[in-house]
């Protein structure tokens, strides 16, 4: 349809900056995007990428070895898929300025946000972070500078001086850097187009923007992950855009990461109606202004916020949303597609619940994550929140005090043993499958954000349990509790 040939290029977003998976993880999946339909990767690395010298510290424990991405990069071309390497260059540089050795090139002292783009430094730094990452890669068309949200720009002390000056405003100051580093990366490479975050040039004039010299730079990413876009308000901005001297624009739709900073489940049902709302902007905008579309996966809403979906658990997602791109909409045949090339015998769009979960590489997580999501809380509140001898005879004050009827442990101690001992199973499973895709720190991370809470409350009743059971019953071998 020509609706999807808009879309030429559809990129698949990998947010490394959290839970970032094993480059052989990575390789099992490329093979599995390229059917799906994917041309690309817009590749986030943050944290993870090799950086070496000054920059050395910029790299997690956990980062990608220089031999790593080169295998990974060599495989996605050979799976035909572009690289377009994202590295931030002004808003969410906390994985830069959180360091006390770049904290000066801060915009506000105290916050690790943005740069202060008012120091040469800081465009040096910004030189030697792409100039790192370029070396890596070969034959790129595209570079993302980031620039999105630029929190508290102008609040730092020289903006505030260089705001007071006639006829310089905020926004001339976000362009001028922006300019900066787009230039910057013309001068050294001049075959790579420099992409920008759009969310920054929206509300500004045409005057503006079209006096800034950026629109000859660059190519804005005009991003939008709701399920309800305002199709005509795109159109328009598209136009104004386009007016102002841009050449080209990309979207950017959401298959992940965009529906709840701890969302630990994926919605595909916003998702798919996320990019069905694309499709529309898509059909009612010059074929020619529209270079192609990021489907991003956010992995965390920043540097320092809680995971969000992991991304086997969203692989439905991804290619139901690729798909839909590919083929111009959503239908029952583009549903079946899906599912053969998972593996999946019915997906479902609306509910988290597929009957079964898929042969596609990492789908274990997918269903143990699933269990998890669904009923670890649930099971666990329902014991000892709904069961009237917990709440009755074995609350908080008993417990604390050991005050305790003997009848009442035979009455709901074997249900919290056997629930322990189930899901301590489960998560005995999910983290055997974890640990084929994920480094020891996000299993840890993962687990103690959304299983300890509950199986911790578990554990320590099923332990108040025994030690009184060894005050009441102090000749009863252990073994033998639990099986009254």
């Excluded at 929190?151 to 705001?163: A, N, P």
């Excluded at 809380?377 to 050991?402: A, I, Q």
Aim: a negative charge; aromatic letters at 8%.
């Amino acid at each position: 349809s020509n609706r999807g040939q808009s879309m030429r290029h559809r990129l698949v977003h990998l947010d490394l900056k959290g839970a970032a998976p094993r480059a052989q993880y990575l390789e099992q999946v490329l093979p599995l995007l390229r059917a799906l339909g994917a041309t690309g990767l817009l590749l986030e690395y943050e944290d993870t990428f090799p950086y070496t010298g000054p920059l050395e510290l910029l790299r997690a424990p956990q980062a990608y070895s220089p031999a790593e991405l080169r295998v990974l990069l060599s495989r996605a071309r050979a799976h035909g898929l572009d690289v377009v390497p994202l590295v931030q260059s002004f808003g969410h540089m906390e994985f830069v300025l959180k360091h006390r050795e770049f904290a000066h090139l801060r915009e506000v002292k105290v916050l690790p946000n943005a740069l202060n783009p008012h120091k040469e430094e800081s465009l040096a730094l910004v030189k030697a972070m792409i100039d790192q990452v370029m070396a890596l890669h070969e034959d790129l068309r595209w570079f993302h500078i980031g620039c999105d949200e630029v929190y508290y720009l102008g609040e730092g002390e020289e903006s505030k001086q260089w705001l007071q000056q006639q006829n310089n405003t905020p926004e001339k100051l976000c362009l001028s850097h922006i300019k900066a580093v787009a230039s910057c990366l013309a001068s050294s490479y001049p075959m790579v187009t420099p992409i920008v975050w759009d969310d920054m040039l929206r509300g500004m004039s045409e005057q503006t923007l079209a006096e800034s010299g950026v629109p000859q730079l660059v190519q804005p990413m005009i991003w939008d992950y709701a399920a309800d876009i305002d199709v005509e308000g795109k159109v328009q901005l598209i136009e104004k855009y386009r007016r102002c001297g841009f050449s080209k624009v990309w979207f950017a739709s959401a298959f992940k990461g965009a529906t709840g900073v701890n969302q630990s489940l994926t919605l595909i049902g916003h998702h798919l109606r996320n990019h069905l709302e694309w499709l529309q902007v898509a059909s009612r905008s010059p074929a020619d202004v529209l270079e192609g579309i990021a489907l991003t996966g956010w992995q965390r809403y920043d540097h320092f916020s809680v995971l969000c979906e992991l991304l086997p658990v969203a692989i439905p997602s991804l290619a139901v949303c690729l798909q839909a791109l590919k083929n111009g909409g959503y239908s029952e045949r583009v549903k079946e597609n899906v599912e053969k090339l998972l593996g999946m015998s019915n997906l479902e769009i609306d509910t988290f619940m597929s009957t079964n979960l898929g042969t596609f590489p990492g789908s274990n997580i997918l269903k143990l994550v699933t269990q998890v999501s669904f009923y670890l809380k649930s099971s666990v509140d329902e014991l000892l929140e709904k069961n009237r001898y917990v709440t009755g005879w074995f609350s908080p004050y008993h417990r604390k005090r050991k005050i305790i009827h003997p009848i009442i442990i035979h009455h709901f101690q074997p249900d919290a043993v056997s629930l322990l001992s189930r899901w301590n199973a489960v998560v005995q499973d999910l983290e055997a499958a974890m640990e084929q895709v994920f480094h020891k720190c996000t299993i840890e991370e993962w687990m103690e954000e959304n299983v300890h809470p509950s199986l911790q409350k578990l554990q320590q009743v099923v332990d108040d349990l025994d030690e009184l059971y060894a005050e009441l019953y102090p000749t009863i071998p252990s073994q033998a509790r639990g099986s009254c």
